[in-house]
């Protein structure tokens, strides 16, 4: 099956810097990959998605890029506010299940 | 807008206890899902229903089980639990399952400890 790998396991930054998180996958039929944020006390909740014929998609502060032939994707977030801290999970998909990577805690400073 | 709603929300057992979770949608979804997410390791796929009437096994099945009551309600089984079943269990459903770009939709979690 997939394996996804996430780094960092966590992540601390200052208020309005940038903030990345990468994953890489291992099964090049992997062709959709979403990341989901789980604040505390809560269920993961998908905030951005991207699929395997495109490079890069962005929604406001946060963008993921995709590189197919390095089979890794990353989640950018530009101006860290303080309730973007949370835990970030990516995954890929294909053969009709998910595989999450192991999750990264993001701690915005004010 | 409910969503999926998982329930308990905590629960302690000693080991050899048995216990159902229990979870319900209400998009109209057709496929649910059971996840239990371990410090480090993301979250595993237990078991997972395509739709009314069908379960698979996920990665991780063994030492449960599960029913797909009707189109809302999907329950994972613990028949004799054991202190490697400590975990957050997370009940999830998405439209359909394996559609290119499919999202899921999660429960807020269930947190049991085995003694």
């Known amino acids: 099956g997939e394996n996804v790998e996430q780094h960092p396991s966590t992540l601390s930054v200052q208020e309005g810097d940038s903030a990345v998180i990468k994953c890489t996958y291992s099964d090049s039929a992997s062709n959709y990959f979403p990341w989901y944020k789980q604040e505390l006390g809560k269920g993961p909740q998908l905030i951005i998605d991207?699929?395997?014929?495109?490079g890069e998609k962005k929604d406001q502060r946060i963008a993921v890029t995709l590189n197919k032939t390095a089979k890794h994707f990353s989640l950018h977030i530009t101006e860290t506010q303080p309730e973007d801290s949370a835990v970030y999970f990516c995954a890929g998909h294909n053969f009709n299940k998910f595989y999450f990577g192991s999750g990264t805690k993001l701690n915005v400073k004010p | 807008n409910a969503g999926v709603t998982q329930t308990p929300k905590f629960q302690v057992l000693k080991t050899g206890q048995s216990m159902t979770l229990q979870c319900a949608q209400d998009?109209?979804?057709?496929?649910m899902y059971w996840y239990r997410q371990d410090p480090g390791m993301g979250l595993r796929l237990i078991y997972y229903?395509?739709?009314?009437?069908?379960?698979d096994k996920g990665e991780v099945p063994n030492g449960y089980n599960v029913s797909r009551l009707n189109k809302r309600e999907f329950s994972l089984r613990l028949e004799s639990a054991a202190p490697s079943q400590t975990s957050v269990y997370f009940c999830?459903?998405?439209?359909?399952?394996?559609?290119?770009?499919?999202?899921?939709?999660f429960g807020s979690g269930t947190q049991l400890s085995v003694l």
């Open positions: 991207i699929r395997s014929n495109v």
């Open positions: 998009m109209n979804h057709n496929s």
């Open positions: 229903s395509a739709s009314e009437g069908t379960t």
């Open positions: 999830a459903s998405s439209e359909t399952l394996g559609g290119l770009g499919e999202k899921l939709f």
